[in-house]
């Protein structure tokens, strides 16, 4: 919710060339499978664009299918919780590593590379999920056999690129695409959350015209001056109730709102539980 969703929708914005071209190039340095998903889930871009051959036929059954997406999701919460890479070896036994794509402390997407091991799944692995899955046992080990396998330490060498490679997305707006003004704005208003931030001010502080601003919010982040201020108020918000103590009245004012009811009563309209519940459930 939140802070997370408005970069989520930027992160359609990516340049896409771009992009592309930096999954290639680990996928010429590695040659291991890169993709990058949105907050959700979605798959972004990816290089090599297919999977392997074993794990496409692993997906053709419905239920391998099922499985491979609940690892993913799985690695993504993991993901998502901590903040760290996470390295995990999926129901076929291949090895798969997940980061997050970080956005001031968020989590907005991720990086994950996969399609590899450091040795071929067990021969009982296979023909259990084989019978599993309802595939050809012959079919499957025949696949496996085309994977290209890679030593522990490349994969761990590629893990460490791929983390480098999360930085460099984020540090080059590959990830939320925000043009420059975007960006200066975004800044002034999260560092200026106590403050009167009406359009004047902000007009004012960042010498821009009422045109400019509007124009340049709504290209940035899709919505108008007023309602992206109440965002990155109630973002912050949502954070001070997950990493502090502070009393809710605290939090209001720190935010910029410091009329208590009128917080409570629009943080409950934006995400369907009070303050309070926030917290709990955090």
């Given amino acids: 919710m939140g802070e997370s969703y408005f970069i989520f ?8 060339n771009k992009l592309s071209e930096l999954l290639k190039n680990f996928n010429r340095l590695t040659g291991i499978k890169i993709c990058v998903f949105d907050e959700s889930g979605k798959e972004i871009a990816c290089e090599p664009k297919n999977y392997c051959a074993f794990c496409q036929y692993v997906r053709s059954s419905a239920a391998g299918a099922a499985k491979c997406e609940e690892c993913d999701k799985n690695g993504f919460d993991i993901c998502k ?53 309802s595939l050809s046992y012959d079919k499957l080990k025949n696949y496996c056999s085309l994977i290209e396998f890679s030593e522990d330490e490349k994969i761990s060498a590629a893990i460490s690129i791929m983390e480098a490679c999360a930085g460099y997305l984020y540090l080059n707006n590959y990830v939320h695409g925000v043009d420059s003004i975007g960006t200066k704005i ?67 004012d720190r935010v910029g709102i410091s009329d208590y009811n009128y917080f409570s009563k629009l943080f409950k309209k934006t995400y369907n539980v009070s303050p309070r519940e926030y917290r709990k459930d955090s």
Wanted: aromatic content about 6%; charged content about 25%; glycine content about 6%.
């Fill in 9 to 16: 929708t930027t992160m359609l914005q990516i340049d896409k």
């Fill in 81 to 133: 919780r901590t903040k760290e890479p996470y390295r995990y070896t999926c129901h076929m036994g291949l090895t798969e590593c997940v980061a997050p794509l970080l956005h001031r402390g968020e989590c907005v997407g991720y990086l994950m590379i996969g399609q590899t091991s450091g040795s071929r799944p067990r021969d009982g692995l296979l023909l259990q999920k084989a019978d599993e899955y």
């Fill in 186 to 252: 975004d800044n002034y208003i999260v560092s200026n959350l106590r403050s009167d931030l009406s359009v004047n001010s902000l007009c004012s502080a960042l010498k821009l015209s009422r045109v400019n601003l509007y124009s340049s919010v709504s290209n940035a982040f899709g919505t108008t001056p007023a309602e992206y201020i109440k965002r990155c108020r109630l973002d912050e918000a949502c954070r001070l109730l997950r990493v502090t103590d502070m009393k809710i009245t605290e939090i209001a």
